[in-house]
């Protein structure tokens, strides 16, 4: 299959060769005909996959096929809006749509907002509005109370990494936003994890949407896959595809699980004795907390690894120089919170550790979705440790991914104790584990860990 067989123009077709897209992967084969069509879209497809071209590449087409007296914006105005949860994400989103749009013409207009820089010069740039914006939601209010943008004419609004948006934690940004954007617009709304509570909270918001399901590849990872063209399409024209394409972004992440039973007290002994006899070139390692994230990058120093702290209370300009040095293998590890969990997209980034247990089995996928990406395979471990808390938490992540992974021990890391019986632990359809609804601590979780990303 080709680009040009979903509809897009020959320029979007170069522009998608450019970035060496010589094929579609699987989502962007379901999606960029919708979007093009003007259909709203709900769209899960696992971590990696290319849904960031998915919808780039259509609504590129459908900006230069405006008609010429809306071509440019009038003061302040915004065709499309692009939603993310951390500006990490909002940096990487702009990157792909400046190189897509490199040599369109006419030119297309990009702003990138976020909070954590200096606001100024996101308002002059503001100035005669912009075609794209993409922005988290705290600055973007920031720069509508200042009247530096309006979103009274946007045709178009992305959700990325929806589900995180919808969640608690926005939700009042959130609303606040869509108060300003007009009633009738397109809705695109994408993420790897879509629980059921916010598939019903986004129908809520969407206009006759498509839906597409791509089964999270992580969960049939060992299966056989299936041949592309075997979409099982309802009724409806609804998509559920659980197979590869066979292409570089086919839709099962090439992810070896591994679970390691170890003493708590001796999970940076174990990450460093792993990345010294494993020879990891690069490692992102998950914390539960940006204490734990400075500490552990601490202790890894005095070892003399090159190991980097990545976290919400960072200044942005050390978050973004840490992510830079990682990518470019100036840094060999970084600890990071779950800011770093969503979207981000590194290259050749060959293991994942979880040396704290995600909270939910959907943090979990998308964890893990740090590695494997673009058809590349990759590894996530888990530190398990063994207190029956944390093996019943972990046991519930795998039930949640149907998959059941042996508890590996290495000698000189194992707990004396022994695991005693799983306890009871209640999930929720959010994909959270801690109970049967948030809790007035959930509730704060939320709050703080989506003040620890956007900031
Ligand atoms: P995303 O899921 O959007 O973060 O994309 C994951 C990775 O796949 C990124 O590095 C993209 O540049 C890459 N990618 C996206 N679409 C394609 C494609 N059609 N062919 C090859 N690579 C792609």
Redesign the pocket.
């Known amino acids: 299959m080709s680009f040009s067989s979903l509809g897009l123009s020959p320029a979007l077709v170069n522009a998608?060769l450019e970035?060496?897209?010589?094929?579609?992967?699987v989502i962007?084969a379901e999606a960029i005909p919708a979007i093009l069509a003007g259909r709203d879209v709900l769209a899960s497809a696992p971590?990696?996959?290319?849904?960031?071209?998915?919808f780039c590449l259509p609504l590129l087409d459908l900006l230069r096929k405006r008609p010429p007296a809306v071509v440019r914006p009038a003061t302040r105005q915004v065709h499309t809006l692009i939603l993310v949860p951390t500006r990490e994400l909002a940096a990487?989103v702009g990157e792909?749509l400046e190189t897509l749009t490199r040599h369109l013409t006419p030119s297309i207009k990009l702003a990138v907002i976020f909070g954590g820089v200096s606001i100024n010069p996101q308002m002059l740039h503001l100035r005669g509005g912009a075609d794209i914006v993409i922005a988290t939601p705290g600055r973007l209010l920031d720069l509508l109370a200042q009247n530096a943008l309006q979103l009274a004419d946007v045709r178009c609004l992305v959700l990325d990494e929806a589900d995180r948006l919808l969640e608690l934690g926005f939700a009042e940004e959130l609303t606040r936003v869509l108060t300003t954007l007009p009633a009738s617009r397109q809705n695109l709304f994408f993420s790897a994890t879509i629980p059921l509570l916010v598939a019903a909270l986004a129908n809520k918001l969407l206009n006759d949407p498509l839906r597409i399901n791509l089964e999270d590849g992580i969960k049939q990872s060992q299966q056989s896959p299936q041949r592309p063209d075997s979409d099982d399409v309802d009724g409806s024209g609804d998509r559920n595809t659980n197979a590869a394409n066979g292409?570089?972004?086919g839709n099962v992440p090439d992810i070896t699980q591994r679970a390691i039973s170890v003493d708590a007290q001796q999970r940076t002994q174990l990450l460093r004795h792993l990345i010294e006899s494993e020879k990891w070139p690069r490692v992102l390692v998950f914390v539960a907390t940006k204490y734990a994230a400075e500490l552990v990058a601490a202790k890894l120093r005095r070892a003399r690894i090159n190991a980097e702290p990545f976290h919400g209370e960072l200044s942005q300009g050390k978050r973004t120089q840490v992510l830079m040095d990682f990518k470019a293998s100036r840094v060999k590890v970084v600890i990071a919170t779950d800011v770093a969990a969503r979207?981000i997209?590194i290259?050749n980034l060959p293991v994942v550790v979880n040396y704290d247990l995600p909270r939910s089995s959907d943090d979990y996928t998308h964890r893990i979705g740090r590695t494997g990406?673009?058809?590349e395979s990759g590894m996530a471990i888990s530190f398990v440790c063994a207190d029956s808390a944390n093996e019943a938490h972990f046991r519930l992540i795998e039930q949640r991914h149907q998959k059941k992974i042996v508890r590996e021990v290495i000698g000189g890391f194992e707990s004396d104790g022994s695991i005693t019986a799983a306890t009871e632990l209640i999930s929720d359809s959010n994909g959270g584990i801690k109970g049967r609804r948030p809790s007035k601590k959930d509730k704060l979780r939320a709050l703080a860990s989506k003040e620890q990303e956007e900031g």
Request: aromatic share 4%.
């Open positions: 998608a970035r060496a897209y010589l094929e579609p992967s962007q971590t990696g996959s290319g849904k960031t071209a998915a990487q792909t292409t570089s972004t979207g997209d290259s990406r673009a058809g």
